[in-house]
């Protein structure tokens, strides 16, 4: 290979490699530790609470304060159920990627050209961002719905730099 070619092969691989890349995953305020410093005091309480209720004679409210407790913790595990999706975007010269993974585990893949895609906010006024979304050839999507506003404002910020940057190389 001459010179020149392997110039151009280097620089052809390095127009390939990502110069941006972003793991966006929903935000969890209580972990698993935490979660299980909770159902065990909430299941103590149940306890505590059922027994002295035993003792005097009101033993249905033993059986739905329990039920409350197994709400609880059924609502516990849809939360972290929902919590598994994530979202990978990464930005190279010629290569927009987006790989977007539901809870399931059921992954879709978008593929872009950096140059014809646009990125599109939308802001309400007291809100913030509610909406981003990449568009090109003909697909629109949307990306980052499950973060915070802060997070929203974040992102939104350096991938607009990083596709910036895309097209003006």
Same mark, same amino acid.
């Given at each position: 290979?001459?010179?020149?070619?392997?110039?151009?092969?280097?620089?052809?691989?390095?127009?390939?490699?990502?110069?941006?890349?972003?793991?966006?995953?929903?935000?969890?305020?209580?972990?698993?530790?935490?979660?299980?410093?909770?159902?065990?005091?909430?299941?103590?309480?149940?306890?505590?609470?059922?027994?002295?209720?035993?003792?005097?004679?009101?033993?249905?409210?033993?059986?739905?304060?329990?039920?409350?407790?197994?709400?609880?913790?059924?609502?516990?595990?849809?939360?972290?159920?929902?919590?598994?999706?994530?979202?990978?975007?990464?930005?190279?010269?010629?290569?927009?990627?987006?790989?977007? &993974? *539901?809870?399931?585990?059921?992954?879709?893949?978008?593929?872009?050209?950096? @140059?014809? %895609?646009? =990125? #599109?906010? $939308?802001?309400?006024?007291?809100?913030?961002?509610?909406?981003?979304?990449?568009?090109?050839?003909?697909?629109? &999507? *949307?990306?980052?719905?499950?973060?915070?506003?802060?997070?929203?404002?974040? @992102?939104? %910020?350096? =991938? #607009?730099? $990083?596709?910036?940057?895309?097209?003006?190389?």
């Amino acid at each position: 290979m001459s010179d020149t070619n392997a110039a151009s092969a280097a620089a052809g691989f390095a127009a390939d490699e990502p110069f941006f890349h972003a793991s966006l995953t929903p935000h969890r305020s209580l972990g698993r530790t935490g979660f299980m410093i909770l159902m065990g005091a909430l299941l103590f309480g149940w306890l505590v609470t059922g027994i002295f209720m035993l003792s005097h004679g009101a033993w249905p409210v033993f059986g739905f304060f329990g039920l409350d407790v197994l709400g609880l913790y059924l609502a516990f595990r849809v939360n972290y159920r929902a919590a598994r999706a994530h979202e990978e975007v990464s930005v190279s010269r010629t290569a927009l990627d987006i790989l977007k &993974v *539901a809870p399931s585990g059921k992954a879709q893949s978008h593929h872009f050209n950096p @140059f014809w %895609a646009k =990125f #599109s906010v $939308a802001r309400h006024t007291e809100i913030g961002i509610t909406r981003m979304a990449v568009e090109a050839q003909g697909q629109d &999507v *949307a990306i980052g719905t499950f973060l915070n506003p802060d997070d929203r404002e974040s @992102f939104a %910020a350096a =991938f #607009s730099r $990083a596709l910036a940057r895309a097209k003006a190389r």
